[in-house]
């Protein structure tokens, strides 16, 4: 199971740290995503991380401003997000597969997530 946490409210180019915290000691060798869900749309990536760490995907809209990371050893995937605008408010999700490609950003491969955690930018 994962569980978020560091959501909130911030003001227009401030900065959010979000966490995710896997249960099983197993998540670790998983594929990692953070996606996120405005009102009235989709589902939408905004970042993946293959198990190693090694590779990285983001979203066009959040690159040079958010950064996606993960400590196996503590079981956690962590999403820094910088500069932030309006338009980054949303519920954002973090997700998990096991996946031997490296890393994937189709959320339909993905078959854990969490329950979500609340970011609210105001301008």
């Known amino acids: 199971h994962l569980v978020e946490s560091g959501g909130g409210l911030v003001q227009a180019g401030g900065s959010l740290r979000l966490s995710c915290t896997a249960s099983e000691r197993t998540f670790s060798a998983y594929a990692k995503g953070w996606f996120r869900q405005a009102p009235g749309k989709d589902r939408e990536l905004v970042a993946a991380?293959?198990?190693?760490?090694?590779?990285?995907d983001y979203a066009d809209s959040v690159k040079g401003r958010f950064t996606i990371s993960r400590d196996n050893a503590k079981n956690t995937v962590a999403l820094q997000m910088n500069s932030l605008k309006p338009e980054d408010t949303a519920v954002y999700y973090c997700?998990?597969?096991?996946?031997?490609?490296?890393?994937?950003?189709?959320?339909?491969?993905?078959?854990?997530w969490g329950q979500g955690t609340q970011v609210t930018v105001s301008s």
């Open positions: 991380i293959s198990w190693s760490g090694g590779s990285t």
């Open positions: 997700a998990a597969v096991r996946y031997q490609g490296g890393l994937t950003t189709d959320r339909m491969e993905y078959d854990y």
